[in-house]
């Protein structure tokens, strides 16, 4: 069982936007600012999509953005195209001994 | 640009040793700036970070895998290293290495990977 709780799928269609939550507790999404999302195709590495809750790294498309409210932390994507599908994690620092927990991961698949 | 890359065996034996070195080319691991992590994914499954280490020699690791992890780097050869012990087939995953960077806080985000590498535990 993940630290961080997210919804094993979720959908849309081209153009349409989605939005991926991560829930966690006041020890780690909502007592820090360090929440991150990754972006994993089938057979690849995990790339970084998002770091500290909302900044995006440099060549990630601005269609992809973060936020959080509470204990809760969201990923959109808007714009919906066919390369989108993919599972996405996020992540957090927890104040916890294991300092790095992931959720357990949200399978986009764009109809 | 910095590239990570993972090598290793790719079969362990249950009750044996898992070693694994990461080699970073394109930068040094010798920045005050940064981590450098272990991350592995069982096929089908979510991520779980194993541990993080500092060239200085600065550790953490993932309580759950304490006991049996050891991680070290070397500055000379740009390299960091995993040893996991007494390995089971539970822990048949892909490796990554990571780089890890430094928050105000602690090590924050993943923001270079590997290409990961397969290692299976199997008599």
């Known amino acids: 069982q993940s630290a961080l709780t997210q919804p094993a799928s979720v959908s849309g269609s081209p153009g349409q936007s989605i939005t991926i939550s991560c829930t966690g507790t006041?020890?780690?999404?909502?007592?820090?600012?360090?929440v991150s999302w990754y972006q994993q195709h089938p057979g690849k590495a995990p790339k970084l999509m998002i770091y500290?809750?909302?900044n995006r790294p440099s060549g990630v498309s601005n269609r992809f953005s973060g936020s959080k409210s509470g204990n809760t932390a969201s990923l959109t994507i808007s714009g919906l195209q066919d390369e989108d599908e993919a599972a996405y994690y996020c992540?957090?620092?927890?104040?916890?001994?294991?300092?790095?927990?992931f959720g357990g991961g949200t399978k986009l698949t764009v109809l | 640009q910095l590239q990570l890359q993972e090598s290793g065996p790719g079969l362990v034996k249950p009750s044996e040793t898992l070693p694994l070195t990461c080699t970073v080319s394109?930068?040094?691991?010798?920045?005050?700036?940064?981590?450098w992590a272990w991350i592995r994914q069982p096929p089908g499954k979510g991520l779980e970070w194993i541990g993080s280490i500092y060239y200085g020699g600065n550790t953490y690791y993932n309580p759950s895998l304490r006991s049996r992890v050891t991680i070290s780097v070397d500055t000379s050869r740009n390299q960091f290293s995993l040893k996991l012990n007494s390995v089971t087939a539970a822990e048949t995953a892909i490796y990554y290495c990571?780089?890890?960077?430094?928050?105000?806080?602690?090590?924050?985000?993943?923001?270079?990977w590997g290409q990961g590498t397969l290692v299976t535990v199997s008599s």
């Open positions: 990571a780089r890890h960077t430094l928050s105000k806080v602690a090590p924050d985000y993943f923001d270079f």
């Open positions: 394109g930068g040094s691991i010798s920045s005050s700036y940064y981590y």
């Open positions: 006041s020890s780690d999404v909502g007592g820090y600012n360090y």
């Open positions: 992540s957090s620092h927890t104040s916890s001994s294991t300092l790095v927990v």
């Open positions: 500290d809750v909302s």
